[in-house]
């Protein structure tokens, strides 16, 4: 038998109605904040990844499906968002319609990492991306979006982790403070820091081998080498948050998986124990310099990406009780050939006058008909008479209280539509 491949699955049953809705309060979100959809390309140019991610990231040195076309480019299956969503941004020039450009997506991420709860191979992201404003208030607005879409699904005990990243420069000067006080020590940490060392100290502060050695939680913290205008612009993000009735925390560990953040770095954490390591729901930053290091405009940035399964994952080990339980508005059941042409007919109008309508399609008994509507969880049933509908009648039973009354078909509409 042939399986899925290892770190994919199936999103079915519960999964896929709560995917769905996850999608609709997205979408919902979206509208409420002003985003616009926007759809990327599942591969681009394997360039894109290595000068956007940053070249000493997980991602693109252990984790990007990489691969050659019959051209013999070279491709990635996309392994983050916010890379395509610039190079979308640069390459259609969307910074000259208007100053301030706000997108949302859905999109299949790829990265090849050990599967586990939350985490696959293949997975769903969603995002939101502010880009052409260094406002602070923007990166309050970012940090509410997906904080109030997982309150919406029910989620509780959220909590914000904050941290700034300051500038280049103060970037600069921590690094050399880190490296200072790393070097003694660097060799007790594990092969991937030591070459996070040499290319980018700040990365060993992510790391998920070493991230509890007392070495790291030791280590310098980058807010002591904010200068006083990163300091100042970090203290607005935070006012900003007191005026949303925001909680948070600044976190100094925060530095996010991804080279290109400065400033503002987040993550959204339900502070559950039930989830353990998959308790980090959402995350992102600001990255003013991304849109300029891939050959676009000098234009600054603020966004996040939240994993669909990650949110799954959650809603299920809480047992939250999200999408709807499925069922329908209507079964139309029949007995002989008259009767389901006619059924035919009746189950076309209603869907399309809005009402979710099924009928039999395996030739079933009348007995296992009234079986199925039940399975369905049908409201009401509609049971042809080849008598009636001579005289233009329709049998319709609430399949509730079992109550059972005829109307003229050319009523049937209203009638639906005065219970339902």
């Keep these: 038998m042939i399986t899925k491949p290892k770190g994919t699955y199936d999103v079915v049953d519960l999964d896929a109605r709560n995917y769905n809705y996850i999608e609709e309060v997205v979408h919902t979100f979206a509208k409420l904040y002003n985003y616009d959809f926007i759809r990327t390309p599942i591969f681009e140019s394997r360039e894109l990844f290595h000068r956007g991610v940053g070249e000493t990231t997980d991602i693109v040195t252990k984790e990007t499906y990489d691969f050659q076309d019959k051209k013999g480019r070279d491709l990635t299956l996309r392994p983050e968002g916010t890379a395509g969503i610039v190079r979308s941004y640069i390459e259609n020039k969307m910074y000259g319609n208007k100053e301030l450009t706000k997108l949302y997506y859905f999109?299949?991420?790829?990265?090849?990492?050990?599967p586990q709860a939350g985490r696959n191979r293949e997975f769903t992201q969603f995002g939101m991306e502010a880009l052409g404003s260094n406002d602070p208030a923007i990166d309050a607005e970012v940090i509410s979006l997906p904080l109030r879409i997982f309150e919406a699904l029910g989620i509780k005990n959220l909590k914000v982790k904050i941290n700034s990243l300051g500038n280049?420069?103060?970037?600069?000067?921590?690094?050399?403070?880190?490296?200072?006080?790393?070097?003694?020590?660097?060799?007790?940490?594990?092969?991937?820091?030591?070459?996070?060392?040499?290319?980018?100290?700040?990365?060993?502060?992510?790391?998920?081998?070493?991230?509890?050695?007392?070495?790291?939680?030791?280590?310098?913290?980058?807010?002591?080498?904010?200068?006083?205008?990163?300091?100042?612009?970090?203290?607005?993000?935070?006012?900003?948050?007191?005026?949303?009735?925001?909680?948070?925390?600044?976190?100094?560990n925060i530095v996010r998986g991804l080279d290109y953040y400065d400033h503002t770095v987040f993550e959204i954490v339900a502070d559950i124990k039930e989830l353990g390591a998959s308790n980090v729901l959402a995350g992102g930053g600001r990255y003013n310099s991304l849109v300029k290091n891939l050959d676009g405009p000098d234009v600054p940035a603020m966004g996040f990406a939240c994993g669909i399964e990650r949110v799954l994952f959650t809603i299920n080990t809480l047992e939250l009780k999200c999408a709807e339980e499925k069922s329908l508005d209507v079964f139309v059941l029949y007995v002989n050939e008259e009767e389901k042409c006619h059924g035919l007919y009746l189950t076309q109008e209603l869907r399309l006058n809005g009402f979710s309508t099924e009928m039999d399609y395996l030739e079933k008994s009348l007995k296992n008909q009234f079986k199925e509507a039940d399975k369905y969880k049908a409201k009401y049933l509609i049971i042809l008479n080849s008598e009636d509908l001579k005289e233009g009648l329709i049998e319709l039973k609430d399949n509730l209280t079992k109550e059972k009354k005829k109307v003229k078909e050319i009523n049937l509409i209203d009638e639906l539509d005065g219970n339902m």
């Design 107 to 114: 999109g299949t991420m790829y990265r090849y990492e050990r």
């Design 168 to 252: 280049i420069e103060d970037r600069k000067n921590y690094g050399e403070a880190l490296k200072d006080y790393l070097k003694p020590h660097i060799t007790d940490l594990c092969q991937d820091c030591q070459e996070r060392f040499k290319k980018n100290p700040l990365r060993i502060l992510d790391c998920k081998v070493d991230g509890e050695d007392k070495v790291i939680k030791n280590a310098p913290r980058i807010l002591e080498y904010l200068s006083e205008e990163s300091q100042e612009r970090f203290k607005k993000v935070l006012n900003y948050l007191d005026t949303m009735d925001i909680d948070y925390e600044v976190d100094p």
